[in-house]
């Protein structure tokens, strides 16, 4: 589905862990490492969308995660001009994005690559908060680094108990 503008509406993913960890995907057989995303399909709701691809490139069921958050508005990327197929119509100029933030329930066990006959990724690990942000492609760190302040209150765990404030002493 691709807009007036030349926007594709897609969705992008990202899962915590307990320690506040991202889940960080290699492309199959690429050097390239990036969030989980995909296109919207006709007739179908962003969240819709979002569990689909999460099972289809990640494996995880509905029953595996949780929402914890998703970004207000939608986030627009334009594609490097090398990367616009203009003989195909619509033109797809880049990409607009509804990104959710989901906190994984299950066991790690339960991540499955290989799921799909044509599988997105080949690897994974759990990589820290920012990370991301300095690592994925240039003409996406823009998206990822709304996304990530965007999340950050409800992704970052509470790393310290706060004291109570001391009262001045009078002299």
């Not at 197929?85 to 619509?90: A, E, L, T």
């Not at 994005?97 to 339960?110: D, G, I, P, R, V």
Request: charged share 30%; glycine share 6%.
């Amino acid at each position: 589905m691709i807009d007036a503008e030349g926007y594709r509406a897609n969705v992008g993913i990202v899962i915590i862990n307990d320690m506040g960890q991202v889940f960080w995907a290699r492309r199959f057989g690429q050097h390239s490492w990036q969030y989980p995303q995909g296109g919207v399909n006709e007739g179908e709701s962003a969240e819709q969308t979002m569990y689909r691809e999460l099972h289809e490139e990640v494996g995880l069921k509905p029953e595996h995660v949780k929402i914890v958050a998703s970004t207000k508005n939608w986030l627009k990327y334009k594609l490097p001009k090398r990367y616009v197929r203009h003989d195909s119509k619509p033109v797809c100029i880049g990409q607009k994005q509804k990104w959710f933030l989901l906190k994984l329930t299950a066991a790690e066990s339960s991540v499955d690559l290989l799921h799909s006959s044509h599988p997105e990724f080949d690897d994974w690990r759990w990589v820290s908060y920012w990370y991301p942000v300095r690592q994925v492609v240039s003409f996406k760190r823009d998206v990822y680094r709304m996304v990530m302040k965007e999340f950050a209150n409800q992704a970052l765990p509470l790393t310290y108990e706060r004291r109570p404030e001391r009262r001045k002493r009078r002299a």
